[in-house]
């Protein structure tokens, strides 16, 4: 039995993508170091001709709460995941929810124009929509003929 070549689908990042997730996922700061317990989050980050489109995972946060900050060629998302009360009259068997700042900053291939970004929270998830800047945008030359 002979058995056809199966085409190969990965998913590759730029080197500095890995590099950044490699720091973050690694780096364990102490508490208090800056401004109590640092915390993460899971995001999907595509692209279309027009626009760059993040999608970033923060349930029960307001989005009065979130701070996006952007520039020609990079976007930040920063804000705090606020802890309960703590309960007084019980021993906490597990505690798993983590609560403290976040922050994660995301480097674009292409510039974009950070005053047309529209950014959407809708049942936790928070749509973050880029625009390239029009000087990025392939323009379509038309031939004319001579003669």
Do not use: C, H, N
Request: no cysteine.
């Amino acid at each position: 039995m002979k058995l056809a070549p199966t085409p190969i689908k990965r998913d590759f990042m730029s080197l500095r993508e890995a590099l950044d997730r490699i720091v973050e996922e690694s780096m364990v700061w102490p508490f208090g170091l800056f401004e109590g317990p640092s915390t993460t989050f899971a995001v999907d980050l595509s692209e279309t001709t027009d626009a760059y489109m993040l999608k970033a995972s923060l349930p029960g946060i307001k989005p009065e709460d979130i701070d996006i900050t952007a520039t020609a060629d990079s976007v930040s998302i920063a804000g705090e995941y606020k802890s309960e009360a703590t309960i007084t009259d019980a021993t906490y068997l597990r505690q798993e929810r983590q609560a403290g700042v976040f922050k994660r900053s995301f480097a674009l291939p292409l510039p974009i124009s950070p005053a047309q970004i529209d950014a959407v929270q809708a049942d936790g998830i928070l749509t973050v929509t880029m625009p390239k800047a029009e000087v990025t945008k392939p323009a379509r030359v038309q031939v004319k003929a001579k003669g």
